[in-house]
């Protein structure tokens, strides 16, 4: 019950910063050519692999053990406020380096100011973002999670119909929207303003715990993010902004979905390794699984039953014929990568055991390169997704069966069999609904899906979802309160 409240708690944030992303995906396709959406996108990668590179080793420590220094915050925190200088500089030299390689010159002053200023707001906000996640700072970690997406949206909308349709005006709009929720959230934030203080006991630890992290993540990146640059190098900015509205959506749809359902569990884990050992998180872990896995697979299954009139409903006439093609196999590559991430992969997190993180970051690295490559001249960028899938299809269930031999990770099979039972209901349904020939008509069968999918859960698991029902129905405190 727990996971469950306090998965209710972070829902906010995890529906609408999210979910924002998804509509930009198809809303930029109405405003952006082929290649200034393909630069647009490039520079969110740029500004990804920045943070991952830079910034996320620190991050990670800070997410996973800033509670034990509950009792030594200022120090902390001094040591933060040099971290950030720090990271300023370096991403500052990185993006513009990353320009140049990328574009194969310097860009214009306003691109390249642009993607500085839209890279280091976006990090600022990650990072905190996670800091507040770790010290249930609800409110802050909402606002930083939701304002840059949301208004950024909305700011960049504007902007290109008073200015112009070009991704300098869409950068510099999230940038700005970025920054709002900054100052917003600051009030929050529980953290101090310090003058720097480099301690080197504290930076040595936090280093070693999370430069493997980063290493993996850097790697993971690459099987993300690899697709477009393959693209790039063999069709150019134009197949680039193509073939990345179908990946996006996917993406984000899978990325939403796994956030949903794992922000509070993850916490939850943490604190069962902490009070009772390794063996005591299993449990908890099973249960993130089962939630995870009933995220995910009816997002696939909803997404591919109807993908024709989706695509038709959301991205504009020239961005369709590929995005049909490739949106249920990336919303199925990316159902399969968050599973690893967020379930067989936190294990090595969790368990303190991130060489492991690497050596599967990395072989997802090289097998999607490879397999995306010969799809892509095999079968053009359906193909080149294709690829990506078998990749990341390979790499989770080899994830899956070590953490099960080393950590003794497992799913418990009725959760994963009701979950399956609901699915199929959810799909019969649709297959039952005559075709969708209009947004109202789309609407009505996400509707029917949903409701069919939730009563069959809700079936399937009775006891749970009753007594989330009288928590979330309950005007009294609960005392599992954070």
């Known amino acids: 019950m727990m996971l469950l409240r306090r998965t209710f708690i972070y829902m906010p944030a995890q529906i609408m910063g999210p979910l924002a992303q998804f509509l930009a995906a198809a809303i930029w396709t109405y405003f952006l050519a082929p290649e200034a959406f393909g630069t647009y996108v490039l520079v969110w990668a740029i500004q990804e692999l920045a943070l991952l590179l830079v910034l996320s080793w620190w991050s990670a420590y800070a997410l996973r053990y800033i509670t034990s220094h509950n009792d030594d915050i200022l120090r902390f925190d001094g040591v933060e406020i040099a971290i950030q200088l720090a990271a300023t500089v370096l991403q500052t030299l990185f993006v513009a380096l990353a320009l140049l390689v990328v574009f194969h010159e310097l860009p214009g002053m306003n691109l390249l100011a642009a993607t500085l200023a839209f890279t280091l707001t976006r990090n600022l906000t990650w990072h905190f973002a996670d800091r507040s996640r770790a010290s249930s700072a609800i409110l802050a970690y909402t606002i930083l999670n939701s304002c840059g997406s949301v208004l950024g949206l909305a700011f960049g909308i504007v902007a290109v119909l008073l200015f112009a349709p070009t991704p300098e005006i869409v950068l510099w709009s999230y940038a700005l929207a970025q920054a709002l929720g900054l100052v917003l959230a600051w009030p929050f934030i529980r953290t101090s303003t310090l003058r720097p203080r480099l301690d080197l006991s504290l930076v040595r630890g936090a280093f070693a715990y999370g430069a493997p992290l980063m290493i993996g993540n850097a790697l993971a990146w690459v099987a993300m993010h690899g697709l477009r640059f393959v693209v790039e190098h063999e069709q150019g900015l134009a197949g680039v902004g193509l073939i990345s509205v179908g990946w996006w959506l996917g993406m984000r749809a899978t990325t939403f979905t796994g956030q949903l359902a794992t922000t509070a569990g993850f916490t939850l884990a943490v604190e069962k390794v902490r009070e009772a050992g390794q ?204």
Request: aromatic share 6%; glycine share 6%; with cysteine.
């Open 279 to 482: 063996r005591a998180a299993l449990p908890q872990l099973a249960s993130n699984g089962a939630l995870l896995l009933a995220a995910l697979i009816p997002t696939v299954a909803g997404v591919i039953m109807l993908n024709a009139p989706l695509v038709d409903a959301l991205v504009s006439e020239p961005y369709r014929a590929i995005t049909r093609d490739i949106l249920p196999l990336a919303i199925a590559t990316g159902a399969v990568r968050i599973f690893r991430i967020h379930a067989t992969d936190q294990c090595f997190l969790l368990f303190n055991r991130p060489k492991l993180d690497i050596i599967f970051a990395g072989a997802e690295a090289v097998l999607v390169l490879l397999a995306c490559y010969i799809g892509l001249r095999l079968d053009g960028g359906r193909g080149a997704v294709m690829g990506c899938l078998i990749a990341n299809a390979i790499v989770t269930l080899a994830s899956f069966v070590t953490v099960n031999r080393i950590f003794g990770y497992y799913l418990r099979p009725l959760d994963v069999l009701r979950v399956v039972v609901a699915v199929a209901a959810m799909m019969l349904v649709l297959h039952i609904l005559p075709p969708a020939h209009s947004r109202v008509e789309l609407v009505g069968h996400i509707l029917a899906g949903a409701i069919t999918f939730a009563l069959a859960i809700a079936a399937g698991f009775p006891r749970t979802c009753g007594l989330a029902i009288q928590r979330l129905l309950s005007l009294r405190p609960s005392p599992s309160s954070p």
